[in-house]
């Protein structure tokens, strides 16, 4: 499959700011809760061209993410054609070639129903700001950290990971932020505050990192 996803990217998820997997350590709580987000911006699938559309995977596992057994719901931009819900679901489901598409796949033995739902989409990547709403299942806001102060300034710490799976694009690097909501009520549900947030420009696609 010839296939590449370009554009602004969100990884949300139930740890604290500062997600312990980027530094290959055990998860802040017991178990896995969150999502990615992507806004393509150029991309296709087998020359069927994507740019502009979004979509989303959330994820659950029972414990750590690396230790499997894990649950998969895609969200997928309902301005998308036929054509185009057909090949970004057969990049996203059966594409390889792309390490962190393969991981989580290998992880996520149970794939839920795939769900075509509008998207709302706000990202900031200098002010470390967004939002991102698909339809009525899932809804993430982002805010930058702050320091200490009054008012408390904004605070930037940058995660760059050279030759890493995740953070694809130029520099290897992603902005952490704080995820002040990160909702879910899907095949399955969760409901955070105040939790972690990575934003990042990415590519994703066969042999793009790994």
Known sequence: MDWLLEGEWFKNCNCDPGCPCDFNQAPTNANCEGMVAMRITSGHVDGVDLSGLCWAGAVWWPGRMDEGNGKLQLLIDERATPEQREALV???????GDTLMDIVRAVCPTVEEVLYVPFEWEFDLETRTGRMK?????????????????????????????????????????????????????????????????????????????
Not at 90 to 96: C, I, S, V
Not at 148 to 156: A, E, Q, S, V, W
Not at 161 to 190: Q, V
């Open 134 to 210: 698909a339809g009525d299942v899932l809804e993430t806001e982002v805010e930058t950290l702050r320091g200490f102060g009054d008012p408390p300034p904004p605070y930037r710490a940058v995660v760059t990971i050279p030759g890493g799976f995740e953070y694809t694009g130029e520099g290897n690097s992603a902005e952490t932020a704080l995820a002040t909501k990160l909702r879910l009520n899907g095949a399955f549900a969760y409901d955070h505050e105040s939790c972690h947030s990575s934003m990042a420009h990415v590519r994703r696609g066969a042999g793009v990192a790994g």
């Open 90 to 96: 057969r990049g996203l489901a059966e594409g390889e």
